[in-house]
Nanobody
Framework: VQLQASGGGLVEAGGSLTLSCRAN????????MDWYCQFPGNDRELVAK???????HYGDYMKGRITISRDDAKQSVSLQINNLRPEDTGVFYC??????????WGQGTQVTVSS
């Protein structure tokens, strides 16, 4: 499974971004899709997860400012982030999980929030 993330960029504090991730697999419907963020100097942490059944879990850090959604027909998952803060600056990664345990990472997309 190859994942292509996009949508990052430079945004002012208080602004919004929508990140997108497309997968090149016919099994997208069976995947749990996640977004992780790696903030400078830290390990990757879970931002949001949406299962193959549409069950959603948000990580604590951005909860209330994010919305994850998936479009199985387009084999894509999106993450809308509102009210961005300078401390949200980091690299956002798309991640896919199969029920058998295999997982795949995308290349990451940089989000930079200016104050």
């Amino acid at each position: 499974v190859q994942l292509q993330a996009s949508g990052g960029g430079l945004v002012e504090a208080g602004g919004s971004l929508t990140l997108s991730c497309r997968a090149n697999t016919n099994f997208f419907r069976a995947l749990t899709m996640d977004w992780y963020c790696q903030f400078p100097g830290n390990d990757r942490e879970l931002v949001a997860k949406i299962t193959d059944r549409g069950i959603i879990h948000y990580g604590d850090y951005m909860k209330g400012r994010i919305t994850i959604s998936r479009d199985d027909a387009k084999q894509s998952v999106s993450l809308q982030i509102n009210n961005l803060r300078p401390e949200d600056t980091g690299v956002f990664y798309c991640h896919a999980e199969m029920r058998g345990g295999a997982s795949f990472w995308g290349q990451g997309t940089q989000v930079t929030v200016s104050s």
